[in-house]
């Protein structure tokens, strides 16, 4: 899909489709999902996606269609091997199931659970972080991470954040004017064209950028953006398993 | 009325000072002959106008209305510009910025993510719907004369495409990812709407290219939308565009196989739909990596040889020159650094690295979802012979949620991560980066298309709503001007009585810059 946004796709659920779409009702829903088990289940499927004998209901244009069983109930009545004295109810129940099932596939970009990404080796993964990786120049297993095991409700949220984490400290700018003029501060925004800082003692400054200014970025994830061109797959894995103990 | 053939009949016409279609003419290169703004007037270039688009504030039904955003490429013609957002299309004065008339489509629902533009034919103007309409207006005073279902919002579809008009077809493209439905692009009449024929973006049953696919089922939900509008080469009579991911997006071990026509650039007789080849960008696509990106036709050399020939800058962060004539690939790079693919086959194809689908724990993965580049518009300069591609290196880790044989929808996702932006300059012989200008700060990808001119001038938009001007030889920025949000669409340049403007969108409102030479 195109995104209006990275940072939204991921975030982004099913929202297309008619807007005078059947609601679901739960309750029908659970109904409608007994009355398919005892009918339907052997040929269409535990979640309606169709087996060898009964085609994919998700997938079907005609439960798409319908509503309250406009479609679904003159179908049964009109497709052979199918349950033609189901009332109407029982229909109208089914339909609700299968729109549930058509709603959730619909949302399947989101995770019912979150993955399990505690897949490494804690060892292997202490190993790198003190070695290859580089991480113990900056980080201390029992000074700034001590406990960040503990801090993560979900262990791919851990995973998430140690390969974008977030800075702990803004970067900072070094700016030399064309009088010589020497600024350094923490850098508010930068561009091809302006450059501004807040100075220590709280003072906001913007220059304009040229060729007689001589801008110098200190920040302070650069190490960070590096290391995903090196890191492998393993890695990850391994570092996210040794973080996760460092309870 | 001056008649709109005239402007289209050739690509880059020399002396069109119109924008009547979305590329600006045929060939996708987003290039313009004008030049009286150029690299030394441009420090006198200044903003003539604003234009706000208010769609009014009745709801209207369907997911992802929000604030107004003008993500479409106006077309100018005869002085009139003609902007659409999602529902709702707008004549606007393209000398003062000032409205004519609006017209508002009351929509049935379908995902309003954005439309990118309209499409002009005589007198009459063409734009798509959310819910699957072809609306056709009085380019005079904005009067529906008609319009036609192109898609079935019973089945997620959705219409976000700009028409394309080739001879008396109006093309059209669909939408939608939800569930798996396949994608297609269609004709219509012109005159009366009327369907000529559709062409799936999947092989014909039996077929040898059917066999990409492990079973009817899965080729017939397997995705494919045409999500970016058609070039054309009125020489050899083709139409070009991309298709989009296969479907389901993320688990793609319920359709193993390369998964044609999806992901693939495609040449069509606009006659009769009759496929006349094809090229796959992304085999097998598990990461949303639509291979839509405007199909750009230009004639040049490669090897010492003349050729009629067709780039792409695609999402998944490869450069591809084709044979536009033949679909013979000529040149496959990357264009940013890539880590997804193991090399390239005998067809110049790139091969999906498996340990970099989608995987239950993650894998990292760069481009991201949002890709390399996405819908904004490269554009080719002639006169530097340099593809230019306002690009992302960004990274994410793909999830795969449903490892079951028969994943539908997704059944995965991304978590993104971080990103740069750098507008890149590609040499079309080799596929090399010539230079490369990376946007300042940390911007993540930027959705802006480009435009190149005769005046020596590169004009794109920053990840920091900046609307800035380069060297299309060197990459060196000469002028910019601070937008209120950063660009949203591709910007067009047109000459009226003597003066040159260049008009750009940001959120909701157009940007008007002219150059007025006394």
């Known amino acids: 899909m195109f995104c209006l946004a990275a940072l939204t796709c991921s975030v982004l659920v099913g929202q297309a489709g008619p807007s005078e779409r059947q609601t679901v009702d739960a309750a029908a829903a659970r109904r409608g999902r007994q009355i398919y088990t005892q009918y339907c289940i052997n040929c269409h499927g535990a979640l309606a996606k169709g087996t060898a004998d009964g085609p994919d209901l998700i997938r079907s244009a005609l439960v798409l269609r319908d509503r309250l069983g406009n479609e679904l109930v003159p179908a049964l009545k009109r497709l052979p091997g199918h349950k033609a004295d189901l009332s109407s109810a029982q229909v109208v129940d089914i339909t609700h199931f299968l729109k549930e099932q058509v709603e959730a596939t619909a949302k399947d970009r989101n995770a019912d659970e979150p993955p399990n990404v505690l897949t490494g080796n804690a060892e292997a993964g202490r190993a790198y972080f003190n070695g290859a990786g580089g991480c113990a120049r900056c980080h201390a297993a029992t000074g700034d991470l001590a406990g960040i095991g503990r801090r993560f409700k979900d262990a791919v949220d851990l995973q998430q954040r140690f390969l974008f984490p977030r800075a702990t400290k803004p970067a900072t700018v070094a700016v030399t004017a064309a009088d010589g003029t020497a600024v350094k501060g923490q850098l508010v925004r930068i561009d091809d064209f302006n450059v501004s800082l807040r100075t220590a003692v709280g003072e906001y400054r913007e220059f304009v950028r040229g060729a007689n200014v001589n801008v110098e970025v200190d920040d302070p994830l650069a190490r960070h953006h590096e290391l995903l061109d090196v890191y492998t797959d393993q890695d990850i894995h391994n570092v996210v398993r040794y973080l996760e103990s460092l309870k | ?518």
């Open chain 2, 1 to 518: 009325m001056r008649t709109l053939l005239f402007t289209l009949c050739a690509a880059g016409l020399f002396g069109q000072t119109d924008w009547p279609t979305y590329n600006g003419d045929y060939s996708g290169r987003r290039y313009s002959a004008l030049d009286k703004i150029n690299q030394s007037t441009i420090n006198s270039l200044a903003l003539a106008w604003v234009y706000r688009a208010n769609p009014g504030r009745e709801p209207q039904a369907g997911g992802g209305n929000n604030a107004p955003v003008i993500k479409g490429t106006p077309i100018e013609v005869n002085g009139v510009l003609y902007v659409t957002i999602p529902d709702h299309a707008w004549a606007v004065d393209a000398r003062s910025g000032r409205e004519i008339w609006h017209y508002a489509w009351k929509s049935k629902g379908g995902w309003h993510i954005g439309n990118r533009g309209a499409a002009a034919w005589h007198d009459t103007l063409y734009f798509e719907t959310p819910d699957c309409n072809l609306v056709a207006l009085n380019m005079a005073d904005g009067k529906e004369r008609w319009h036609k279902s192109i898609c079935d919002l019973e089945q997620f579809y959705y219409a976000s495409v700009a028409p394309i008009v080739v001879k008396d077809h109006v093309i059209t493209g669909v939408s939608g990812d939800d569930l798996d439905i396949p994608g297609y692009i269609e004709s219509h009449n012109a005159r009366t709407g009327d369907l000529e024929w559709r062409w799936y973006a999947h092989p014909e049953p039996g077929t040898p290219e059917a066999k990409t696919w492990p079973s009817l089922e899965a080729m017939m939900h397997g995705g494919g939308m045409t999500w970016v509008p058609s070039t054309y080469d009125a020489s050899l009579n083709l139409i070009y565009f991309g298709t989009g991911n296969p479907q389901p997006v993320i688990a793609g071990q319920g359709r193993m196989g390369s998964n044609l026509y999806t992901e693939c650039i495609i040449a069509l007789n606009p006659d009769s739909g009759k496929l006349a080849w094809y090229f796959q960008p992304s085999p097998h696509d598990t990461h949303d990596w639509d291979a839509v990106q405007t199909p750009v036709l230009f004639d040049g050399e490669i090897g010492g040889k003349p050729r009629k020939l067709l780039a792409q800058a695609s999402r998944n962060g490869w450069f591809f020159v084709l044979d536009r004539a033949t679909g013979e690939r000529l040149v496959s790079s990357e264009f940013v650094k890539t880590n997804w693919a193991l090399g390239v086959d005998a067809k110049g194809q790139p091969i999906p690295n498996p340990a970099k689908q989608p995987q239950k724990d993650g894998a990292l993965v760069t481009p991201n979802q949002g890709g390399a580049i996405n819908w904004p518009s490269p554009s080719f300069d002639p006169d530097t012979g340099l593809f230019y591609a306002n690009a992302a290196r960004a990274w994410s880790v793909y999830y795969l949620y449903d490892d079951g044989d028969k994943p539908e929808g997704w059944g995965g996702n991304d978590r993104s991560g971080y990103s740069e932006a750098m507008l890149q300059a590609i040499d079309y012989h080799t596929g090399q980066v010539r230079w490369s200008h990376k946007w300042p700060g940390n911007g993540g990808g930027v959705r802006s298309g480009l435009l190149s001119t005769a005046g020596k001038l590169l004009f794109a938009g920053d990840p920091n709503s900046n609307f800035v001007a380069l060297d299309p030889s060197s990459g060196a920025p000469l002028w910019h001007a601070g937008l209120h949000a950063s660009l949203t669409n591709g910007p067009i340049t047109y000459e009226l009585d003597g003066a040159q403007y260049v008009v750009v969108a940001a959120g909701d409102s157009l940007y008007g810059f002219a150059m007025r030479v006394k």
